[in-house]
């Protein structure tokens, strides 16, 4: 494991200083990191110069032996602990194993929570923490490249992932000790790299609308956006997080083995050897019209057209979930402006062909298809972060699948629905069936199914202490809120007697909070300075975030808003800040203090987001009377 | 945010079936631009949380304007007269059978998987159908006569299903 750096206590940074932001595009094949300097974003490249970080963990008894392109040399020789391509198990259950497990040639252990975990050398594993040594990887890169610590990153997730799939991303960069500034659609993630060129912007007036096909290695996404006057509005997103250049390998490699005549079970270093020959010979054939193979000394022969016999089904899945999406986001294929191809996968002469063919429009991919996303994401972690506050740019995203609950006859019934704008919150009044029910069982449920076996299950959790009552009188209202990172939070209230039941859902197959907490414990065990440091650090940049933005906003808005006691109070908690920020080596000291200071901010704050409020409107009022 | 506003009232728009959509996106987008919590990514959990649930108003407020339906749902709404109730129907009986027939037509063309022009037909009928409903509530709601706008609500929902179980099927057909 990397150590990450950690400045010396007490050494205070410069107010106003540029933050350490960065995109990261935790990939199915490959993962990268970005970030943006002197206002342009670039890769950040490993010490060799490579940009591209194989996603491939090692494991050996002692631990992780290594991760990325030295990782991936183990792929033949030592396949079970050669872990690659774990995405496609991310937020996943066991159940998903099943129809994805050949796929994937590990030895898989089931234990309690329905995560499928994974057996290697060093014990068993979970897809998480294997996406977590990735990410602590990049991180690590990182940091020596920006000579610091990072104040946050933008991690991006196919625009499909669910609810669960984002989770498990969200834990994973916990357990890397990441700060999540926000979880981006990947499609979105590329078209802000690519629609922040003047071209777009800069006519006020004109929309465009844009259709971004995004294939990698393991997951298909399209979305249909809007940009408008610095606005970049998702109007649908669809795709299929199962289906990416990982599948058409595999239609290969199943031609090969029954051109070779071999059975149907093959053993794991046989299958890897199939899809090596695959992948690398689908690669060729983007550049010939046929391929000469070698492989377990036999020669055989594989035409472009052949291949394309083999993969056609595939690329025709995707073709659909674009129609699907230009459906749900009502326009029609001939008023889309232009087509963004992203992902490895698209490199494929086929793949272009029949978007071409779809859109009757040539693709634009002047950005590397392979970089584009973490580009877009390192711009978009930069205006998080605060370092670009003069962009006036604003994202609207969408959910990609429908959220219900499970009503009477195993039926879903909808509460948010697919392509909805997020943040939103809708709730929805349900009522007991029997008398005298003091209880109610609640279970979350995400996809556009009817039935709840076809969905997709997220949480099931409990009302209890609802007062009895004959059937039909009590008034359960159930909310659901998603977040500005697609992530859904569920609460049920009985609204006679106030009864609640909040839950975060933390779906049943991802980690719990205090496993996480276990394994960030874990994973310092071997160095209890080196913790405190690190605490005492986090603790200390938030309170310089903290006094930064507070004593700006009392600048700005303090006398207007405040009277004087709280604008008094407001000061003395902040001195106080100061006082320990300077002076404390104690972590949890200091925490108690933002804490304390966050309190009594809160009417302030409040106070600030009304003004903001009337500010904007009145704005406009004032733009028409100019008019 | 202050949560006595109406959804109206959040845009500074008048209470009223006719609306001014580029005003209403113009300001949605203008809220968006101070609410949104990207703007709040780096500030403390408390004013995130209170951006969150701005902007998700805002959304759904948005939202339930911009869309027939529900802004004639909400509207009726502000009156006292809530829709949201399965016991909401229309007694217009000339309509119900009509809406019969059309579902029949509907099944049909489901069961034999098309014929595709004959679903056309249906959508552009059931199109015109629908913006006659909505035409016949605006003026019913412009007199003030709520009760017979609240009938005329029923008719909508009707409308609009039958509007989206036609697009639905149309979508499933051209995957086949």
């Known amino acids: 494991m990397a150590l990450l750096q950690i400045s010396e206590p007490g050494q205070s940074p410069q ?64 396949p079970l602990n050669t ?115 003047a071209e777009i912007t800069e006519d006020e007036s004109q929309q465009r609308l844009i259709a971004v096909y995004d294939l990698g290695g393991g997951t298909f996404d399209i979305s249909i956006l809007r940009l408008s006057k610095g606005v970049f509005e998702v109007l649908a997103t669809g795709g299929d997080s199962a289906l990416g250049g990982d599948d058409f390998d595999h239609a290969i490699a199943n031609w090969l083995r029954i051109e070779l005549a071999m059975g149907e079970t093959l053993d794991v270093v046989e299958q890897r050897i199939l899809l090596e020959v695959a992948k690398s010979a689908k690669q060729e054939l983007s550049q010939k019209e046929q391929v000469e193979i070698e492989v377990l000394e036999t020669a055989l022969v594989l035409t472009r057209e052949k291949m394309h016999e083999l993969v056609d089904d595939l690329i025709e899945k995707t073709l659909k979930a674009c129609k699907r999406s230009m459906r749900d986001a009502k326009i029609d294929v001939n008023s889309i402006d232009e087509v963004v191809l992203v992902g490895g996968s698209t490199r494929m002469p086929r793949v272009s ?79 007991t069936f029997k008398d005298g029910q003091t209880a109610m069982s609640i279970h979350v449920v995400q996809g556009d199914r009817e ?17 009895p009552m004959v059937a039909g009188g009590a008034k359960i209202q159930v909310s659901y809120q998603v977040d500005a990172d697609g992530l859904l939070n569920v609460s049920a209230r009985e609204l006679s007697s106030g009864v609640e039941s909040r839950i975060e859902v933390k779906p049943s197959y991802g980690l719990s909070d205090n496993e996480i907490t276990q394994m960030l414990q874990d994973s310092f065990s071997h160095a209890r300075d080196d913790m405190r440091l690190r605490a005492l650090r986090e603790q200390q940049v938030e309170a310089d975030r903290m006094l930064e933005d507070l004593r700006a ?27 320990l920020r300077e002076n404390s080596e104690d972590h949890r000291q200091l925490a108690a203090q933002i804490e304390t200071v966050g309190k009594t901010s809160e009417e302030f ?23 | 945010m202050n949560n006595s506003k109406n959804f109206f009232e959040i845009f500074s728009l008048p209470v009223s079936w006719e609306i001014d959509i580029e005003a209403l996106d113009t300001k949605f987008r203008a809220l968006q631009k101070v609410l949104h ?23 759904q407020a948005y939202q339930t304007i911009k869309n027939p339906l529900s802004r004639a749902q909400y509207l009726l709404e502000l009156k006292g007269l809530d829709a949201d109730q399965e016991s909401h129907v229309t007694s217009d009986g000339q309509f119900l059978m009509n809406q019969m027939l059309l579902r029949e037509q509907l099944s049909e063309i489901k069961a034999n998987k098309g014929p595709k022009q004959a679903l056309t037909a249906l959508s552009i009928d059931a199109k015109k159908t629908a913006l006659a409903i909505q035409n016949e509530f605006a003026s019913q709601y412009q007199i003030e006569a709520y009760n017979e706008a609240f009938s005329t609500l029923a008719k909508m929902q009707f409308a609009t299903k039958f509007v989206n179980d036609i697009s639905e099927l149309e979508a499933d057909l051209e995957e086949l």
Do not use: W
């Open chain 1, 553 to 579: 906003a009392i600048e700005k808005d303090g006398q207007s808003l405040l009277d004087d006691s709280e604008l008094q109070c407001l000061h003395l908690a902040l001195d106080e800040l100061q006082q």
């Open chain 1, 83 to 197: 872990l690659s391509s774990i995405k496609r198990l991310l937020g996943r259950g066991v159940d998903d194993i099943k129809t994805l497990g050949d796929t994937l040639p590990y030895e898989f252990t089931s234990d309690e929570g329905g995560m499928p975990r994974i057996n290697t050398a060093y014990g068993v594993v979970s897809p998480i923490q294997v996406s977590a040594e990735i990410l602590r990887k990049l991180a690590g890169r990182a940091e020596l490249a920006l000579d610091g610590m990072l104040d946050g990153a933008v991690i991006t997730v196919p625009a499909y992932f669910d609810d669960a799939q984002r989770q498990a991303t969200k834990d994973a960069a916990t357990l890397a000790g990441i700060k999540v500034l926000r979880l981006l659609n990947e499609p979105t993630a590329a078209a802000i790299a690519y629609g922040l060129d």
């Open chain 1, 451 to 467: 039935l709840v076996s076809d969905c997709r299950s997220l949480a099931r959790f409990e009302l209890q202490g609802i007062p």
């Open chain 1, 15 to 78: 107010p106003h200083q540029r933050k350490n932001a960065v995109g990261i595009d935790l990939g199915t094949t490959n993962s990268l990191v970005a970030t943006v300097r002197s206002g342009i974003e670039a890769i950040l490249p490993d010490e060799q110069g490579r940009d591209l970080l194989p996603s491939v963990v090692h494991y050996i008894p002692e631990g992780v032996s290594c991760v990325g392109h030295e990782a991936a040399e183990h792929n033949s020789t030592d």
């Open chain 1, 605 to 627: 704050a409040a106070r600030r987001m009304d003004a903001s409020i009337k500010q904007a409107l009145a704005g406009l009022s004032l733009d028409d009377a100019l008019k």
């Open chain 1, 353 to 431: 062909e029949k978007v071409t063919e779809l859109f009757g429009l040539k693709p634009k991919c002047t950005i590397d298809p392979d970089l584009v996303v973490a580009m877009g994401a390192a711009k978009q972690a930069d205006v998080l972060v605060g370092n670009n506050t003069d962009g006036d740019m604003l994202l609207l995203d969408v959910i990609p699948l429908s959220l219900g609950i499970e009503t009477m006859g195993g039926l879903t019934e909808k509460i948010i629905h697919r392509n909805t704008t997020i943040p939103v919150a809708k709730a929805q009044e349900f009522t």
């Open chain 2, 37 to 59: 919590p990207d703007g709040y990514a780096n500030k403390n959990d408390f004013e995130q949380r209170l951006a969150v649930q701005a902007a998700a108003t805002i959304n």
